[in-house]
């Protein structure tokens, strides 16, 4: 991931993001149409794409098509408004139907992707650091909100070990009932790992005196970038102009 | 120097949750303020539960059962204010893993004093001699998984020091650190109770901290046993210190120390090397013959011979792996962690690695095991170049032992990891029991390891050296032609490392080619042929 790391969304401090990824949820809330939404995800996946190198991996959107397709067909075959354009017996597929599936399909997906940049790319240290210092956020609610950010790469990176630990011993990649078994057993490994990798995350920072007192001071002072507010004006002026033009 | 007591345990049992059994039975331990008291237990002993109820962990956080007193600077820890503990106690696990808070070296370092709402200015001075004496400075911004099991293990210890408290309960400070490292940690820890302040610190064999101790603590089934002036109890109790696994039969421990105090001659760039470096197989051979109360003699020979590599067929000496030229640098890195390396594994012989921490060790057994693409046209079995293989390819020849056994667990029960292996082979699906056969040989293979009484209990629950053996035996149980074992003996007592040479020596015998990682490598010389060692990535060989 190093090779990365010199790219903007990166380099982009956490207050700056964080308002950058609510614009653009309201965007998402806000559109009611396939096409505005459709261009909305398309320029979103290329920001994030360009911003951060591979941070929206196959499994990501493997995972996001998993929840997405169901999800659009289920749409599809309960919303009826609009022009009929196909039917067969009770089965019938509007275009407004059509419409509202892709709005809610690409909506799941512009929010999921924001939110995993947002985790993947945001040293949560610097975050907790932004809370407290700029916003005033007591420090223990801002260091559960970044450790909270945490658990995805974490989740990850127990995902990899786990498989790689099942795979060293022999296991092959089951088919049919054999497969979902060995998916279960798996997630269980990496669900008991996450949790024991949080527990000691949690003993760790007892040890060190995490909320022993009500404040704590920071060896790095947060600096807010001179083009921080620009962004963020921007960001919000541009937000506001689209949704009173759509 | 002896004045009133910083630390009391009084009659203390605990009992950890969901188990019917006593971890600690009548405990009682008295530490006095400006004291060192170095416990000492075989693996299972309770050692690691005495920190854990000492810093209040135990049962605050992860619950159980405690009786008895417990008292740290007139307080008792399970109920006492987290500021109040924290401003006199510092505790550093087994696990340096589980010690640290996600983020760079600098952060983790800073961590402590931040929550102590220490200034800037201070907490920097801190960070600054910190990572000097504790050899950080090169890796102080890089992120903790980043760096080698050595490095963080180091780190952890240096986060806990940078809070500079009154009394340290160190487990295993200097388990995963090369001889160099565990020296320097030795004098530092030294350095830092020579100012007055008390410290135990706790280890499965008798160590060079043991030696520099004010007082020795032998701990036995949750128990102090032996008590005393660290030399007295040596030379009075050298016996029974040996048949509860905490000394070798004879004199490894004389060995060790002087292989450590010519390491410590060496020049500095030298000392990055690590002291393995300077040791003969001969050397390194008769320590072995005089050590652990290990497999017997003639079995030695047996293995020996059948690893000597004069007396291999032709066929045999066909290597199992063949390493080529083989350079790796990882993405994003600015140096590579390793350069131009050659290397041949032969059937029937083991092979130990040795290095400095940081060296490209665990790199090297990475790229053979498949965790790591290896380049194109570097490393070969047989004729087949490995670098587009997946894991499961390479899992047919090759069993893994990784560094930290809790990264290999895979089921929920003791039993099922140790059949994991042998079930996945045979294709069977959940519902199909192991033929009588195999499950015979699961039973065998874990009544040897002590493990069978244990074989409903969680890999998780079990102690340090357990989950060692439970690890190799898993792999032992599977007949591969290459063997793995990433510092296989870090942090174990005798008993566990004579059943691992145990084990090895059956795998050598089967002809199987093993490659061990280690600090200590005359633990391992027993059935070692040769001794590679890597110094900033470059091998360099030395035969018997």
């Not at chain 2, 990882?330 to 962690?337: F, K, Q, V």
């Not at chain 2, 004579?498 to 089967?510: P, S, T, V």
């Amino acid at each position: 991931m190093d090779i990365n790391k010199h790219r903007w969304l990166y380099r982009m401090d956490p207050l700056t993001k964080i308002v950058l990824l609510l614009c653009v949820s309201v965007l998402a809330v806000h559109i009611q149409h396939a096409l505005p939404q459709a261009i909305l995800f398309a320029c979103v996946w290329l920001a994030i794409l360009w911003g951060s190198g591979q941070v929206i991996g196959r499994p990501l959107f493997k995972l996001l098509l998993v929840i997405g397709i169901p999800y659009f067909v289920l749409s599809l075959l309960t919303v009826r408004s609009g022009t009929v354009l196909w039917q067969a017996g009770a089965l019938q597929i509007t275009a407004g139907g059509m419409d509202y599936g892709a709005v809610m399909t690409l909506r799941i997906f512009i929010l999921c992707m924001t939110s995993v940049a947002l985790s993947l790319t945001t040293d949560y240290r610097e975050l907790v650091s932004a809370l407290v210092q700029k916003l005033r956020v007591p420090y223990r609610f801002a260091y559960g909100l970044a450790l909270a950010l945490t658990f995805l790469p974490l989740l990850r990176e127990e995902a990899t070990l786990a498989l790689a630990a099942r795979r060293l011993r022999g296991e092959r990649r089951g088919r049919g009932l054999e497969a979902i078994r060995q998916n279960r057993e798996y997630l269980g490994s990496v669900f008991t790992g996450s949790i024991r990798r949080i527990q000691h995350i949690a003993g760790a920072m007892d040890a060190k005196g995490f909320g022993a007192y009500t404040e704590r001071t920071f060896y790095r002072p947060f600096v807010l970038p001179a083009s921080a507010i620009p962004t963020m004006i921007t960001g919000l002026i541009l937000t506001a102009i689209v949704c009173i033009l759509l | 120097m002896v004045s009133d007591p910083a630390i009391v345990l009084q009659d203390v049992q605990y009992r950890y949750e969901g188990s019917s059994t006593a971890v600690i039975q009548g405990l009682s331990l008295t530490v006095a303020s400006g004291e060192w008291v170095a416990m000492i237990g075989a693996s299972g002993s309770g050692k690691s539960t005495i920190c854990r109820l000492i810093n209040g962990q135990l049962p605050r956080l992860a619950g159980g059962q405690r009786e008895g007193t417990v008292q740290v600077h007139g307080f008792d820890p399970a109920f006492a204010p987290p500021g109040e503990l924290v401003d006199v106690l510092g505790t550093l696990g087994q696990d340096p893993d589980a010690e640290l808070v996600v983020g760079t070296v600098e952060d983790e370092l800073a961590f402590g004093p931040e929550n102590l709402r220490l200034p800037a200015t201070e907490i920097g001075k801190r960070i600054d001699r910190l990572t000097e004496e504790l050899e950080l400075e090169h890796v102080r911004s890089q992120a903790v998984h980043r760096l080698s099991g050595g490095q963080r293990q180091r780190t952890a210890l240096g986060a806990v020091l940078a809070m500079e408290p009154e009394m340290l309960v160190l487990d295993e400070p200097a388990a995963s650190l090369d001889p160099i490292g565990r020296k320097r940690v030795a004098q530092m820890i030294q350095r830092w109770h020579d100012q007055g302040k008390t410290l135990i610190t706790a280890s499965a064999r008798w160590d060079e901290l043991a030696d520099r101790a004010d007082r020795v603590s032998i701990i036995q089934e949750g128990k102090v046993l032996l008590e005393g002036e660290p030399a007295t109890i040596k030379q009075q109790h050298r016996e029974q210190l040996e048949t509860l696994f905490i000394l070798p039969s004879a004199s490894v421990s004389s060995i060790k120390r002087s292989s450590e105090s010519s390491a410590g001659e060496h020049s500095a760039t030298e000392q990055s090397v690590g002291l393995v470096k300077g040791m003969t197989m001969q050397s390194a051979q008769h320590s072995i013959e005089q050590s652990i109360a290990l497999p017997d003699a003639g079995r030695v020979m047996a293995v020996k011979s059948a690893a000597n590599p004069t007396a291999l067929s032709a066929k045999q000496r066909t290597a199992v792996v063949k390493i080529k030229q083989l350079s790796y640098t990882y993405p994003g890195a600015a140096l590579p962690a390793l350069q131009a390396i050659d290397l041949q594994l032969f059937p029937g012989e083991m092979t130990l690695l040795c290095g400095a921490n940081g060296s490209g060790k665990t790199t090297l057994t990475r790229l053979l095991s498949g965790l790591l693409q290896p380049p194109a046209r570097t490393i070969y079995r047989g004729v087949h170049d490995t670098y587009r293989d997946k894991l499961d390819r390479r899992a047919v020849d090759t069993a893994y032992l990784f560094q930290h056994p809790d990264h290999q667990w895979v089921a929920a029960t003791v039993w099922e990891e140790c059949a994991f292996g042998l079930r996945a082979q045979l294709r069977l699906r959940r519902h199909e029991e192991l033929p009588e056969l195999h499950s015979s040989r699961v039973e065998q293979m874990l009544e040897r390891i002590g493990l069978l009484e244990q074989r409903d209990a969680s890999p998780y629950s079990l102690s340090g050296g357990q989950k060692r053996l439970l690890a190799a035996a898993a792999q032992f149980l599977l007949e591969r032609p290459l063997y793995i074992l990433d510092e296989p003996g870090s942090a174990a007592d005798y008993f566990t490392i004579a059943r691992l040479l145990e084990l090895c020596g059956d795998a050598i015998q089967r002809g199987a080619s093993l490659l061990v990682v280690t600090h200590e490598p005359e633990l391992f010389h027993r059935y070692a042929s040769r001794m590679c060692t890597l110094e900033r990535g470059r091998m360099s060989i030395n035969p018997q």
